[in-house]
């Protein structure tokens, strides 16, 4: 069986007791404060004005290559178009 020189019994002590005031200290004197969580919805004006777009890089046989940004749901007729047209 272990046995402990009364040093090692103190220090094992003091911690001990720095673990329960740590622990009496976190959750009993110093509760969690409640926050409240306020949800922001978007009116109705506001979801009209923000249309979603997409971002397309063009390469190739157009006369304007490059990135371009167009509503969602764009064609690549639309995109080809934004590009300038295509090359012969």
Sequence with gaps: MFTFARRELLGALF???????GLLLRFVLLPDK?????????TEEQAAEE???IVVHVSGYVKNPGVYTLPD????????AS?????P
């Design 15 to 21: 911690l001990a007791g720095l673990l329960v005031a």
């Design 34 to 42: 409640e926050q409240e969580v306020v949800l922001v919805q978007p």
């Design 51 to 53: 249309e979603k777009m």
């Design 83 to 87: 590009a300038g047209g295509a090359l």
């Design 73 to 80: 749901g764009s064609r690549v007729f639309e995109v080809i």
